[in-house]
C-alpha cells in the first residue's frame, strides 16, 4: 500500500473526478445542482480544476472539503477516503515529550527562583524587624525606608500570585 501525502491526493484527483463519483454530471459551462443547499433550481456550484465554488450558498473548498461536506465526516476520515493513510508521526509525539519536559524544567527553576525570592525577602523583613524592637525611636527616613520595603514586598506577593494563575 502506498501512503499518498496530502499533496499527493490533490494531484492525483481532479475536483471534476470527485463531483463524478458521487454521481453528479456537469453541464457543459462545468456547473451542477448544489447539494449543500436546498431549493437549487439552476446550476450555481461551479466545478473548477482544483476546487468549488457555489454562487447561491457560498460553499468553497477543495477535494478534501467536498468528501467531508459530502459524508459529513472530518478531515482525516475524507483524507483516508481519498486514499490517504493516516500514521502516527513518531517523531512529533518525541518532539511533545520533549516540550513537556523542557517546560517541566523550566517551571521548576522559576518556582526555585521565587523561593530564593522569598528566602531573602523574609531575611529583610527580619533584620528590619530587629531594628524596629530596638528601644530607641527610629529617625524618619528609617521609617520611609521601611514602609517602602513593606510596600515592594507586597507587590512583589500580588505578582508571584498572578505569575501562580497563569
Known sequence: MIDLTVEEIKS???MKDIVVQYGFQLNRRGFISCPFHVGDRQASLKVY??????????ANGDIFTFVQ???SIGFKEA??????????PTFASRLTVYKSQKRRDM???????HDKK????CMLI???????DRSEPL??????????LQYQLYVQAELNEIEARW
Open 79 to 88: 483524507f483516508q477516503v481519498l486514499g490517504g493513510t493516516y500514521v502516527k
Open 12 to 14: 492525483t484527483y481532479s
Open 126 to 132: 527580619g533584620v528590619f524587624r530587629a531594628y524596629m
Open 69 to 71: 461536506m459530502m459524508d
Open 49 to 58: 480544476d482544483r476546487d468549488f465554488h457555489c454562487h447561491a450558498c457560498g
Open 118 to 121: 522569598k528566602w531573602y525577602n
Open 107 to 113: 517551571l521548576r527553576k522559576k518556582r526555585e527562583r
Open 139 to 148: 529617625s524618619d527616613v528609617w521609617c520611609d525606608s521601611y514602609n517602602a
